[in-house]
Every structure is written in structure tokens, then in C-alpha cells.
């Protein structure tokens, strides 16, 4: 078997899920520097304004992701032979998970930290 399908399958398989949750930080950060610059924070919508909208929109599209992805793989570990990669697999979705509510729960709770000017 080539390199690419006995190490960087499985390394991708069990780390990928933190790989996403730090694009998706990351991708959070862009969103709200970008944000308040363009004034979205100043600009109401659906009774809250545009920036918290869009932050909340990937936050739950990020959540809905990283719960799919638990899903998915605790639905596959019942099915596999019990691993460290599959174990590894299922706590690095569930960490991903957990990352994500945590990185998101502050949109619904705290206020933008956009300044004027």
C-alpha cells in the first residue's frame, strides 16, 4: 500500500475534525474583523444586526458539521473492530464538537467587540 493510504489517510481521518475546528476559528475571526470594518455591527437585522447574523449562520453551520461528523463516526465505530484510531477518530469529532459550542456560545451571549471609528 502506498504511503498516502496507510499514514496520511488515517492521520487526516483522525485529526481532520480538529483541522476543521480551527479553520473554523480562524474563518471567525476573518468574518468579524472583516465585519466591523464594513460597519455590520451598525447595520439591523432580523432584530440583532448583520454581523451577529452571519457569525451565528457559520456558527451553526460549523455545529451542524461537527455533530454530523460525531454521528458519523460513532455510527462507524460500532461497526469496526475497537482501535486506538477509532477511538481516537470518535474523541477527536467529539473535541471538535465541544470546540465549536465553545468558540460560538459567546455570539448569543456577549456583545461584538467591534469598536468605532
Known amino acids: 500500500m502506498a504511503f498516502r ?3 496520511l489517510g488515517p492521520v487526516w481521518h483522525g485529526g481532520g475534525p480538529l483541522v476543521l475546528w480551527a479553520l473554523y476559528v ?4 476573518i468574518l468579524l474583523a472583516a465585519g466591523c470594518h464594513a ?3 451598525q447595520a439591523p437585522f432580523a432584530g440583532t444586526n448583520l454581523l451577529r447574523v452571519v ?7 460549523a455545529v451542524a458539521g461537527s455533530g454530523a461528523r460525531v454521528w458519523h463516526d460513532c455510527a462507524q465505530g460500532r461497526r469496526r473492530a ?3 484510531l477509532s477511538a481516537a477518530t470518535r474523541m477527536s469529532a467529539w473535541l ?3 470546540g465549536v459550542l ?4 459567546p455570539l448569543l451571549l456577549l456583545p461584538l ?3 468605532p471609528g
Not at 480562524?26 to 475571526?29: A, K, N, S, V
Not at 457569525?55 to 453551520?61: K, M, N
Not at 465553545?102 to 456560545?105: F, I, P, Q, Y
Open 5 to 7: 493510504e496507510r499514514v
Open 26 to 29: 480562524f474563518g471567525l475571526y
Open 39 to 41: 460597519g455590520w455591527d
Open 55 to 61: 457569525l451565528l449562520l457559520g456558527g451553526a453551520l
Open 82 to 84: 475497537p482501535g486506538l
Open 96 to 98: 471538535a464538537l465541544i
Open 102 to 105: 465553545w468558540v460560538t456560545l
Open 113 to 115: 467587540p467591534c469598536t
